[in-house]
């Protein structure tokens, strides 16, 4: 029998219970020690760890560097068990300047570049504090904040840093914890102080107004942020959204027309190697056919040379297809999930956030301000037991060379704490001169009056913030838009209107001929073709339709199910060969016929009509169909075709209709309605067959028409001119035979 005594205690539990008690502790872990920022220094554990094990280093600013192997060595030995590439990888970001807006460590050798290079080993690398990492442990020897055990008990390590920094919101976060996750886009320090300030006198500002002073993100790699003010306002309100980020770029005249286009900055966290990558496996596969070439010219600076395909291609077409295209836009999001000073995660918004720091910066002030009045007072204790001496130094000299316990007769004689007696028998003897004595009683003063204003501080909440303000002007000098790091380098620009590329310019225009067989058979065959009658076609089939145009140019086919087609000239299979039926291009089902195609020019009006004599007149810019199914204009009852499609010249006034039974009718063209959609209306009514054809006229200039020997015309119609929906007669002498005007 097995004794559980030697193996500990052992409980029956469910399995899914057991699983949920331990995914709940790993959970909460994640969230609270690694993942989540806290509000008030802006730091993960592993962040305030690393800082921390760098100062007790004495790695201040203005020291000399250590190796990184040292300092990494002593943040998992001491504070953080965990691995050491994951806190050498931690110190090497908070090295970069284009990863952290205000690097809190300033690094001697490779900490890898914008490519994506990694870093070198960190026996290769040196570190030491920044100025803004030294701010941020202001004050932490003074009880500013609170301590607590290290992992293996043997030592101390904070839990917040004092923060004199407004870190969470200058540096940003980001992290994926279970559950949840954190994004904060880093900002302009001198704004933020400037925000600050304003908040503090108005604790109730809007979001309108922090917005003046912050207006918007300050990414450590410049660009410019594209998005308006309302959103960035509504973003900050909330606590979420999204920021777009556009590079920035310049054109370079390069004489006789040319130019090619810098991208001087990249968006915030994207790696130049493989935005270039991208750039250029998008030419290869011709998804770019504005750019002719992209090279990387960068030096320190970043410097991408776009070239476009022709010196007639405008920069902004190039640049907007890039954006849609590319990296050279990218969106980074905002959550404001951090750890509040309870240490619970919660989604803030931009004004709980700035008035946590406040919060735990007036905290700080108190505790400095305490630890100071603690010191004070245990200093005032020693110096008035050596003003009690100096008085009495006579009986002092004696008790200590005549009693055998001098500190116990001294506290007996003169009412002293032990701590006093202890300084007096400490004395050196050239402290006793007359000299030291004036001095004392100078500290003494001093140090009251110390005492009192300190005192009146703690008591007094505006000086705490007059005091606080003060700081963030401090701040501000050292790190403002004046300094060098502190000046803006995110432009702030406006929302980018909806710019139309157009379509030539993203395909290359060249000239075709459109050819269109009797069995629907299409191609594109390059240049404008004069013969096409003489073209070889597939057996059975010939010429029917031939139409010049050019690749940039849309087609449209007329259908006999009153359907119009819409297809890109540049999709049109090539001129080799015998083409492709014109139904794998567009849903055209079986027992319909194509009526007619032509080259969508635009601002035209076109009259429809069905077999049965009814039409009506239709914008040519409303017959363009998205889709592959088309775009129905004329709608046909059973058994009802659509038939004919004629262009309106713009000098013509009257219609001319043709029955199949050769009867013609001429009416104004004003009595037909425009439509976008519909039956129409009677054109011409038929008491057998239907409708022929149609053509338009201008009735002064007589209705033409075409033969085998040319264009024929006649004046003389007037006794076919009646009204829309008549019968109509039997046409003049001399009219064609094939019963059309084609």
Not at 409 to 417: H, I, P, Y
Request: glycine share 8%; with cysteine.
């Amino acid at each position: 029998m097995t004794d559980n005594t030697a193996l500990g205690e052992i409980r029956d539990t469910r399995l899914s219970d057991a699983l949920s008690e331990r995914y709940l502790s790993y959970a909460l872990s994640t969230i609270t020690s690694r993942s989540l920022p806290d509000v008030r220094d802006g730091l993960k554990p592993v962040h305030r760890r690393l800082l921390y094990a760098m100062r007790q280093l004495k790695l201040e600013p203005s020291s000399g560097f250590k190796k990184c192997a040292r300092v990494v060595g002593d943040v998992i030995g001491k504070y953080h068990p965990h691995g050491d590439g994951a806190v050498y990888d931690t110190l090497v970001r908070l090295a970069q300047d284009f990863a952290q807006r205000y690097t809190l460590v300033d690094g001697q050798g490779n900490f890898g570049n914008i490519d994506g290079d990694n870093a070198a080993a960190m026996r290769y690398t040196e570190a030491r504090l920044t100025e803004v990492a030294w701010a941020l442990l202001d004050g932490i020897d003074h009880d500013a904040v609170d301590f607590r055990d290290t992992y293996d008990g043997e030592d101390e390590e904070p839990v917040v840093l004092p923060s004199a920094f407004p870190n969470l919101l200058a540096n940003g976060a980001a992290g994926i914890a279970v559950g949840m996750a954190t994004s904060i886009p880093p900002h302009n320090a001198g704004e933020l102080c400037d925000a600050f300030k304003h908040l503090i006198k108005f604790p109730n500002a809007g979001f309108e107004k922090l917005a003046e002073f912050v207006p918007g993100p300050d990414f450590p790699t410049g660009g410019i942020l594209v998005e308006t003010r309302e959103t960035i306002v509504e973003s900050y309100r909330t606590g979420r959204g999204s920021f777009r980020i556009r590079a920035r770029w310049e054109t370079e005249d390069l004489g006789r027309g040319t130019y090619q286009i810098i991208i001087t900055e990249i968006p915030y966290q994207v790696q130049k190697s493989r935005l270039i990558e991208k750039i250029a496996e998008l030419l290869i596969a011709k998804k770019l056919p504005l750019l002719a070439d992209v090279r990387d010219e960068s030096t320190e600076q970043v410097r991408i040379v776009l070239e476009p395909k022709s010196k007639n291609i405008e920069a902004l077409h190039l640049m907007e297809h890039l954006f849609r295209q590319t990296e050279l836009e990218s969106r980074f999001s905002l959550n404001m999930n951090v750890l509040g000073a309870d240490h619970t995660p919660r989604v803030m918004n931009l004004r709980e956030a700035m008035q946590a720091f406040l919060d735990h910066r007036q905290i700080v002030l108190i505790r400095v301000t305490n630890h100071r009045l603690l010191k004070i007072a245990r200093r005032l204790e020693m110096l008035g037991g050596f003003l009690i001496a100096f008085l009495n130094l006579d009986e002092v000299i004696r008790i200590i060379r005549e009693e055998d316990d001098a500190k116990a007769s001294l506290m007996a004689r003169f009412k002293l704490s032990e701590p006093q007696a202890e300084a007096i028998l400490n004395m050196r003897l050239r402290q006793l001169r007359k000299l030291e004595e004036l001095e004392i009683r100078k500290e003494h003063d001093a140090l009251t009056v110390e005492q009192g204003g300190l005192q009146a501080l703690l008591a007094d909440d505006d000086r705490q913030w007059k005091i606080i303000s003060d700081q963030f002007t401090e701040i501000k000098s050292k790190f403002g838009q004046k300094s060098e790091i502190g000046r803006r380098r995110t432009e702030i620009g406006a929302a980018p209107t909806a710019v139309i590329v157009p379509l030539e310019s993203l395909i290359e225009k060249e000239p075709i001929t459109i050819i269109l067989s009797q069995k629907d058979w299409i191609r594109a065959v390059k240049g404008h073709a004069e013969n096409t009658h003489d073209m070889k076609f597939k057996d059975g089939d010939k010429h029917r339709f031939a139409l010049h145009g050019e690749t940039t140019d849309k087609l449209v086919v007329f259908a006999t199910n009153g359907r119009f087609y819409t297809i890109g000239c540049d999709k049109l299979p090539g001129g080799r060969g015998h083409g492709e039926p014109l139904r794998l291009m567009i849903d055209l089902a079986n027992g319909h016929d194509v009526i007619d195609i032509f080259i969508l020019k635009g601002g035209r009006r076109a009259i429809v009509a069905s077999d049965s004599g009814r039409g009506f007149v239709v914008e040519e810019d409303s017959l363009i169909a998205q889709t592959r199914n088309g775009r129905q204009v004329l709608n046909l009852k059973a058994q009802e075709e659509a038939s004919c499609l004629v262009f309106i010249n713009d000098s013509h006034d009257h219609v001319a209709v043709l029955g199949t039974k050769r009867k013609l009718l001429i009416f104004p063209i004003d009595e037909l309605p425009v439509m976008s959609r519909g039956q129409g209306v009677i054109l011409q009514r038929y008491s057998q067959g239907g409708l022929a054809d149609i053509n338009t006229l201008n009735l002064k200039e007589g209705l033409t028409w075409k033969t085998a020997g040319g264009v024929r015309s006649e004046t003389n119609i007037r006794d076919w001119v009646g009204k829309r929906a008549q019968a109509g007669q039997l046409p003049f002498k001399g009219f064609p035979k094939s019963n059309s005007f084609k």
